[in-house]
């Protein structure tokens, strides 16, 4: 299986960046990950509605751009599904035994994601009712596949 992780926003924090490497290189032992970092629109801090529907739509068109048709698209949103990490597991493995072996999952920039990029995601996944920041969320999204991947192996893992 192939991951990939689009994802808008550069991401700075130190603490950050060496957690996501830490799970990556985990991860290399089960599947082969990709992060896409994209631009992030340059707004200023207080937008309109319509400032804010093309800043996201703005995004959405460079997010788009990366995913090809074959892709499985898992969006997050906070409107979507939640699960617990085993049936994200579960989720991960009909998706390999179903001969869908590319994966892309989509984090959006502090906005969200513009509604062409939902209306392209083949399911929707929330981690909570509760809004993170779009970077923290890159790091909980490697775990939580790295954990995904253990649990479909049968290995242990932190409960």
């Known amino acids: 299986m192939n991951i990939t992780i689009i994802t808008v926003g550069k991401l700075k924090e130190k603490y950050l960046k060496q ?9 290399g032992a089960y599947t082969k990950i ?5 631009a992030d629109e340059k707004a200023p801090e207080v ?3 319509s400032e804010m ?4 739509n703005k995004e959405g068109e ?3 751009s990366k995913i090809s048709p074959d892709h499985h698209v898992i969006a997050l949103a906070i409107q979507g599904k939640m699960k617990s990490s085993e049936e994200l597991a579960d989720t991960l ?3 390999a035994t179903y001969g869908k072996s590319k994966v892309a999952f989509i984090i959006g920039g502090s906005l969200g994601l513009s509604d062409d990029v939902l209306k392209r995601a083949d399911e929707k996944l929330s981690f909570s009712k509760m809004t993170f920041p779009h970077q923290l969320m890159r790091l909980v999204l490697v775990e939580q596949v790295y954990r995904a991947f253990r649990i479909n192996r ?3 893992y932190h409960k």
């Not at 990709?34 to 994209?38: A, F, M, N, S």
């Not at 529907?53 to 996201?56: E, F, I, M, N, S």
């Open 62 to 64: 460079r997010i788009l």
């Open 34 to 38: 990709d992060i896409v970092e994209l």
């Open 154 to 156: 049968g290995e242990p």
């Open 19 to 27: 957690g996501i490497a830490e799970y990556t290189k985990r991860l």
């Open 47 to 49: 937008l309109s509605d």
């Open 93 to 95: 493995d009909k998706l």
């Open 53 to 56: 529907q093309q800043v996201k």
